[in-house]
């Protein structure tokens, strides 16, 4: 649908008010690719609510010259394996570093801020391809890296909540008081926690964007 579009300046709103613009340079049936000017950001289909092709003074040039391959989310994720990479969750939150694993319906992320994480396919609203000649931060690739939990990999992200019964989590990044607890179990796509004071509450794991454990 967006083919005949190739090259044009894109301006798109994605779920959770999140504006995104650059010049449109690759679809396919589950992702697009924009050129920014600076970097490439891979944005899922899912997430997209509504987007115009504005006429711009100033077009954006580089992005087009550049080859683009195999741009299906899953095997963006592959060729993002081990490279510097911005995810966006949430708006003006992304997080940054290295995607180490990847499973049916999640990634293991390791970021030099929250270690660890498990993220959702299913709620990436881009992916940025960063300079992997720098590294987050400023830091070694390589020392991070060996920072990665040994913790075995489930398939599924519920299967992988499952594994951390008993234990303490923090969902999305912390950023409501229901999101730190620990684990009770999980049932139906319900995950039962327990906060600091030992009250029960409970969380739709639908709508977990990520999780990682404090190590």
Known sequence: MLSKYIGRYMDLELSGNIRVYGNLIEESADIIVLYTGEVYRY????????????????????????EISESS????????KGVFVEILLSKEKPIYGYIVGIMNNYFIF?????????????????????????????????????????????????????????????LDLGQHHMDIGRIVQLKDHVIQMMNAQGEVFYVNMRHVKSFHFPQ
């Open 73 to 80: 989310f899953r095997k963006m994720l592959m060729n993002a």
């Open 43 to 66: 944005v899922p289909h899912r997430h997209i609510k509504n987007y115009s092709f504005p006429i711009i003074d100033e077009e954006i040039e580089g992005g087009a010259d550049q």
């Open 110 to 170: 390791h970021s030099p801020v929250y270690k660890t994480m498990f993220i959702s396919m299913e709620h990436v609203k881009w992916l940025t391809v960063c300079d992997n000649e720098k590294g987050p931060y400023g830091l070694s690739k390589s020392e991070q890296l060996l920072q990665v939990s040994s913790l075995s990999w489930a398939r599924t992200l519920e299967e992988q909540l499952k594994k951390l019964t008993g234990k303490l989590v923090v």
